[in-house]
């Protein structure tokens, strides 16, 4: 069945650093397009970061600039570089084909920047 094991989150200061990482299993991963989304208490989840399957990119001005999405089909991994956090940036960063249903949803990674 499809699965998503997304880790690599944390706490870190403002301009801190993280990279998460997203392993998938039981779909084509080299075929799909990857997103990560992120969810923050009391706000609707949103779509943060695009990969096409060809590698095109796609980012919201919100984190244009300090995020990077990757992905290594070897390895059906799809990662996150976030740099320059923010205490806005703080949320459950999921990983998932943004546009195929892939009728699930892994647990997420806490993401929390404070000072």
């Known amino acids: 069945q499809v699965q998503f094991v997304e880790s690599g989150g944390g706490s870190v200061q403002p301009g801190g650093s993280l990279r998460l990482s997203c392993a998938a299993s039981?779909?084509?991963?080299?075929?799909?397009?990857m997103g990560w989304y992120r969810e923050a208490p009391g706000k609707q989840r949103e779509l943060v970061a695009t990969i096409s399957s060809g590698g095109r990119t796609h980012y919201p001005n919100s984190v244009k600039g300090r995020f990077t999405i990757s992905r290594d089909n070897a390895k059906n991994t799809v990662y996150l570089q976030m740099n320059s956090l923010k205490p806005e940036d703080t949320a459950v960063y999921y990983c998932?084909?943004?546009?195929?249903?892939?009728?699930?949803w892994g647990q997420g990674t806490q993401v929390t920047v404070s000072s």
């Open positions: 998932n084909a943004p546009f195929t249903a892939t009728g699930t």
């Open positions: 039981g779909i084509p991963f080299e075929l799909y397009d």
